[in-house]
């Protein structure tokens, strides 16, 4: 990495910080009845998406909500818990001055093609008992 490029990252790493704690505050600031807008892939095909409600299960959880957090989506949890697992790792690496933010290793992509399949049965099973918000 030449001193210009490593001059350069900082900055763009600060401007993905700065919006993922954006990202990470909205659902203490917006009640779930309150999120305006809509999954795009409910509006046009007309059936609800694997991820349908996880935005909603994740701001009932903040709110205090369990019940209907899992009501909405039972991996609400799971998608507050690493986002802010995200945020910790990228805003302590940057203060720290790491220069790899790589977490592309083999245990997160592994984990990552899980859930994803998780979620894809999960989604199959609430359109057979057709509960997809």
Request: positive net charge; contains cysteine; glycine residues 12%.
């Amino acid at each position: 990495m030449n001193d210009e490029t490593a001059r350069k990252r900082p900055a763009r790493w600060w401007v993905f910080v700065v919006l993922l704690t954006a990202g990470m505050a909205l659902p203490f600031l917006i009640e779930v009845g309150q999120i305006p807008w809509q999954c795009t892939f409910k509006r046009l095909i007309g059936i609800g998406c694997p991820g349908c409600g996880l935005t909603r299960s994740v701001f009932a959880l903040v709110h205090g909500d369990i019940a209907e957090s899992l009501r909405f989506h039972v991996f609400g949890p799971l998608a507050l818990l690493g986002g802010l697992g995200l945020w910790g790792y990228y805003t302590t690496a940057l203060i720290r001055g790491r220069e790899s933010f790589n977490l592309w290793g083999r245990g997160f992509t592994l984990t990552a093609i899980l859930l994803l399949i998780g979620m894809i049965v999960y989604w199959v099973v609430r359109l057979c008992l057709n509960t997809v918000p």
